[in-house]
Structures are given as structure tokens and as C-alpha cells.
């Protein structure tokens, strides 16, 4: 086995990427990959209960980097599936307690024992970004179509390009269809027009959300909900399927009542 | 009211996000300011009107975008020197 690391990032924060890496990995997982997520928003640790496993951690992330613990024991397998796991945050450092090359080693150690390496990335561009970018071997820039979102986005998208870690896939999240269509939201292809990178998913603002993360259960495990469906595509595309995106600005009515519940 | 600004015709939001953004980020990519372009301008007009006439009126200097690249495009007029009537 020889992993690739995905790494999500996007300048802003609250765009999604915890939820989104929780998702994805679940995507990945749900089609028999092994994977492991590393939260690298260290001090700021939020992928644990994203993903309903905060009761779990014993060790961290800077736990592993500083000998205290092997590799193995700081992965927490998540139950409801075969080969998911995570390496939590350290939520009591900052992020110097991790540097660049030690999340090479990290990621070369463990690109032997599994299918994929997701790291959720902090906000930002300074040093927790650039521990999280370090051993990506594909990076995807999350966005909203909101003005301060789509900068950051650019911003760095063109980092990344610089580091030779380009070219990055976009991700599209919280769209709302109304908006869009009465003129008051950016729409897919302005976003993709302004930034100018290949898109890999576009995901509709979805209340499912909200409860899944109270509940501690991506929606990805279950795909009746628009948001977890949109994860699950983008799962499927890094496994190079290729899946049509979701129609989201022409979602029709009754798409839209059955996405409602749950 | 959101229908009657509608009938007045005030401009959708997306549209302003859209022509804004365009602008900013040309400037975040390029790290280049509109007066520093202006100055350029003047510039690039200086050196050329010492090798041939230009109507400096009539130059324009522009930054376009060509997918996550930036380029400058000069529209720069010539006068006719030739067409001149002799004698």
C-alpha cells in the first residue's frame, strides 16, 4: 500500500473543511479504502468530534512527533467502519510543537499502512497551513460564493503553485440554490470562472449538517442527504471515478422536500 | 421592497461580488495598484514617443486575465507619419 495524502485547505476559516474531510474520509471508507485523517489545526482541535470520536483519544499528533507514543497508538479506528481512522490534535500546544518535515516523516511512515492520508488543515497561511501542505501529494481548496472566501481561496490556490504543490481541486460548499437564482450568490461557474482550477465538488448548503455534527456522525454514512451525497461524489472522483456533479442550482421541488428530512 | 428594487432595476448582488472580486484579485495576483499601472503608463508612453509618434490620448494599458495568468495588453496608436502631404 502507498497512500496519497489529500490535504483540504482554504484560507478562511468556517468554509467547511473539518466537516468536509470528516465526510470525505467516510466517502473513502464507505468504498472499502483504508484511510486516516490527521487533524492538523493543532490547539484548535474540532475532526475528533466532527466525527464522534472525541472520547476516544489518548494520544496525539505531537504525542507521536515527540516520541511519546508510536504511530499505531494514536490512531483511534472509527467502529461504524472497516478502516477508518484519526489522528486527533494536540489540543493543548500550538502549532510550533509540529514543523514541515516533521509531517513529511510522519506521512512517509505511514504511507505504508493505508489507502489515503487526509489532513484537515487550520485557516490561515501561516504555520499550521504549512505543516498541513507539507506531505500533500493533491491539495483541495475549499471556498464559499461569498467575496472574502473566494479571495482567500485565490490567495492560496497561488501559494500553493508557488510551493509546486499545484495544481489544487476546488470545492464548492454551501451553495443555496435560491440565492444563486435570484442573483444574490455567486454561482458555480462565476467561482470557477474567478479562480480558475479544476473543480472536484460542489456541495449544497444543507441543515443536515448542523445535526450531524451534533450527533457525531457524517453524513456520508448516509447518503439521503444532499451535503453527504456531494461528499460521497467527491470521494468517488479521488478514486477516479468519474461522477456528474450535483445540479444544485436547478434542484427541483421534489428533491428539495425529500432532502429536508432525515 | 425587494420587489420594487427589482423594478427600478438595482443590480443583483452577484453581479457586483463577480466584477469586484475580478478586480481585487488581479491586484492580490500581481501585487500591481492602479497608480502604479497609471505610472507605467506614462512611462511606456515617454520611451515610445522618442522612436515614433503616438497619440498619447489614445494609449491604453490593460491587465487581462488568460485562466490564473495575467497579462498586460498595450494598445498604443500610431500616427501616419507617411501620409504626410510633401510640398
Not at chain 1, 188 to 193: A, F
Not at chain 2, 7 to 33: F, M, N, W
Amino acid at each position: 500500500m502507498t497512500a496519497s495524502v489529500v490535504t483540504v485547505t482554504s484560507g478562511k476559516g468556517g468554509v467547511g473543511k473539518t466537516t468536509s474531510v470528516a465526510n470525505i474520509a467516510v466517502g473513502l471508507a464507505s468504498q472499502g479504502q483504508r484511510v486516516v485523517c490527521i487533524d492538523g489545526d493543532i490547539g484548535l482541535r474540532n475532526l475528533d468530534v466532527v466525527l464522534g470520536l472525541e472520547n476516544r483519544i489518548v494520544y496525539d499528533l505531537v504525542d507521536v512527533v515527540e516520541g511519546r507514543c508510536r504511530l499505531r497508538q494514536a490512531m483511534i479506528r472509527d467502529k461504524r467502519l472497516p478502516e477508518l481512522y484519526l489522528i486527533p490534535a494536540a489540543q493543548t500546544r500550538d502549532k510550533s510543537a509540529v514543523s514541515p518535515s516533521d509531517m513529511v516523516h510522519l506521512c512517509d511512515e505511514l504511507r505504508q499502512e493505508c489507502d489515503w492520508i487526509l489532513i484537515d488543515s487550520p485557516a490561515g497561511i501561516e504555520r499550521g497551513f504549512r505543516n498541513s501542505i507539507a506531505a500533500a501529494d493533491k491539495v483541495l481548496v475549499m471556498t464559499n460564493p461569498e467575496v472574502s472566501a473566494v479571495r482567500d481561496a485565490d490567495r492560496v490556490i497561488g501559494i500553493l503553485d508557488a510551493e509546486e504543490k499545484g495544481p489544487a481541486s476546488l470545492i464548492i460548499n454551501r451553495i443555496k440554490p435560491a440565492m444563486v437564482k435570484r442573483g444574490d450568490m455567486l454561482s458555480v461557474e462565476d467561482v470557477l470562472d474567478l479562480l480558475a482550477i479544476q473543480l472536484i465538488g460542489i456541495v449544497p448548503e444543507d441543515e443536515n449538517v448542523i445535526v450531524a455534527s451534533n450527533r457525531g456522525t457524517p453524513m456520508a454514512f448516509d447518503d439521503k442527504s444532499r451535503a453527504g451525497q456531494a461528499f460521497q461524489n467527491i470521494a468517488k472522483r479521488l478514486l477516479g471515478e468519474e461522477v456528474p456533479f450535483l445540479d444544485v442550482e436547478n434542484q427541483g421541488f421534489f428533491q428539495r422536500i425529500f432532502s429536508g428530512r432525515k | 421592497m425587494d420587489f420594487l428594487s427589482r423594478l427600478v432595476g438595482h443590480k443583483k448582488s452577484a453581479g457586483s461580488a463577480k466584477e469586484r472580486l475580478q478586480l481585487v484579485l488581479i491586484h492580490d495576483r500581481t501585487d500591481l495598484t492602479p497608480s502604479a499601472l497609471d505610472a507605467m503608463k506614462d512611462e511606456l508612453i515617454e520611451v515610445i514617443s522618442r522612436y515614433v509618434e503616438i497619440d498619447p490620448t489614445a494609449v491604453s494599458i490593460n491587465i487581462a486575465k488568460d485562466g490564473r495568468s495575467q497579462r498586460l495588453v498595450a494598445d498604443i496608436p500610431m500616427r501616419n507619419t507617411n501620409r504626410r502631404r510633401v510640398k
